[in-house]
Every structure is written in C-alpha cells, then in structure tokens.
C-alpha cells in the first residue's frame, strides 16, 4: 500500500479555482524577534510556469514566490521552509525556484515518490530541500505504507534529511510505533491535525504529547486555524502553548500560507499575534521562532 499522496481525486472538484488566502492580511501588533522564520508555508504557480499536478484535489489561485516574500516583509518574518504542495505533485520546481530566489533565507520541503533515485534525491538536499514529506489520511487507506516511509528515512539519513509527516489526528495511534523507528527526525504538520475542541486531555492529543517525550521527534505548532473551532482559535492555541512549554527545543512555527483545504480564509497577521499567546514571553518566542529553525533547518549552509 501506498502514502496517501498517491490517490487519485474526482476531476470535477480540480476545475474549481478558490483564493484560499487573504490578499489583505493586517498588519500584526506583535513585533517578532530578528530572524523569525515562518517554518510552514506553499507556494503555488504561476500555473503558467509552474502546471499544476493532473492528480491534485483542488485547483487553488495563483499563490507565487512574489506575494508569500512581500506578506513577510509585511508580518517581520526573515526565513521561510517552504512545502512542496500536493497542488503541484512530484515537480518540486516551484519550491526550487522560491529556494533560489529567497537568497539563502528561504529553504524547502519536497514532495517526492519512494521509488525517487538517489542522484535526484541528492540533488534536491543540495538546492535547499532539508527534508521530504509524506502524507496519511484515513479517507485515503490510513497508516498503510508507513514501513516503506520508514524503510526509506535511511535513504534520507546520509543526506541530511528529515521526514515530515502530515496525517489526521486518529492515525497517531497507529503510527507512533513504527515512526519510532525512523532513522531521520520525524517533523508533524499542524499538531497532528487532533481536534482542538476535545481539549488537552483526549487521547489523540494525549499520544501526541507522549510522542514528542521521544527526542527523535519535532511537532509544527501550526494550524492553530485549522483544528480549532473558535472564531478566537483558542482551544487550538492552548494546545499548541503546552507543545511549546513542555518541548520548547522541538517545535516550530508557521502560518501554512496560503492555506489550502481550508473552511476559512485566515487572516496572517491575526495568526502572528496569536503568537503571544502560544509563546507568552520574548526568550520563548526566541526559541520558538529563530533558534529552533536556525538548528535544524541549517539556514546558514
């Protein structure tokens, strides 16, 4: 069985362009230290240059290099870790193209098949890729084929390379175990997607936070938008402030522009004051924002 990057969608839903961000975000009230780094974002098109994948789900708007490097111009965000999208498959073009044009302060995620050759694979970690990127949805066959991810995080071990993992909150049950084995650090999108409104104490949440016990692992504290369901987004804020306070070495943060398959259109600069409360004081939102990113991602190589 394979990753759920690898289904196939109805073409019907593709031919649906939505805006899927805010082309007039406010400007934040929170002033962010030097270096802050938004460690999850997209970039989509121009779909003129950059084609969108046959396979993909959506068709979202244009969201290219230019309009994600003015927004953080505008939030005072300094570096970037930019994910291949499902929007555009296998062809890290797009990400690769943002990586050079971002002068050393931009770097990317890939998207890529198990079977990808190791000359390609290497030539992705020396454009800027610091890692790959898997997906598992119970729609789309659950945790099966993660012994094949697995297996393949030693392909990524010389390389430098971490895994990235995006899954729905009930598969973390099931993929806790083997994901232990991993033999690269294991990055988990947006808290593991567990639904804010339970609270801090359902199990999902719970085999996050035991999961992160496990210094092989990072957790992104974004989304707060995404598994909240606050206008205020505070259920997924205070989940995201216990991640933060019990492992503030092994987190990150981002905004996950231009956020796609979404039941809203956030605003960014409300998500980067939200940050005071995730992060309620300047040294944690230090480590949250600069050094933690700055350590793993490598920015300065």
Request: charged share 20%.
């Amino acid at each position: 069985m394979k990753p759920a990057h690898h289904l196939r969608h109805d073409p019907r839903h593709r031919m649906q362009t939505t805006l899927t961000y805010n082309r007039h975000p406010s400007t934040p009230s929170l002033r962010l230290p030097p270096g802050a780094c938004d460690a999850h974002v997209h970039v989509f098109g121009p779909a003129a240059r950059f084609p969108f994948a046959p396979e993909r789900g959506s068709t979202p708007a244009d969201a290219p290099k230019e309009t994600l490097f003015a927004l953080h111009r505008q939030l005072g965000i300094a570096r970037c870790v930019i994910v291949q999208s499902l929007v555009h498959g296998f062809d890290n073009r797009v990400v690769e193209d943002a990586i050079a044009a971002g002068g050393g302060r931009y770097l990317g995620v890939a998207l890529v098949p198990l079977g990808i050759d190791d000359a390609e694979l290497a030539r992705l970690a020396a454009a800027g890729f610091r890692g790959v990127r898997f997906h598992f949805m119970s729609r789309g066959g659950g945790a099966s084929g993660v012994e094949d991810v697995v297996a393949f995080t030693r392909r990524l071990e010389p390389l430098g390379m971490h895994l990235q993992l995006h899954f729905d909150g009930a598969l973390i049950h099931a993929l806790a175990a083997p994901l232990a084995r991993s033999a690269v650090p294991v990055v988990i999108d947006h808290m593991a997607r567990v639904d804010a409104s339970l609270g801090p104490d359902h199990a999902d949440f719970a085999a996050l936070h035991a999961l992160m016990k496990n210094p092989l692992f990072r957790v992104k504290v974004s989304g707060v938008d995404r598994i909240s369901g606050e206008r205020s987004y505070a259920d997924g804020v205070a989940l995201a402030h216990i991640l933060v306070r019990d492992f503030p070495e092994r987190c990150f943060w981002g905004t996950d522009w231009p956020h796609p398959n979404h039941h809203h259109v956030p605003d960014d600069g409300v998500l980067v004051d939200r940050l005071a409360d995730i992060a309620p004081d300047a040294a944690l939102r230090e480590q949250l924002l600069v050094r933690n990113p700055q350590d793993f991602y490598r920015f300065d190589q």
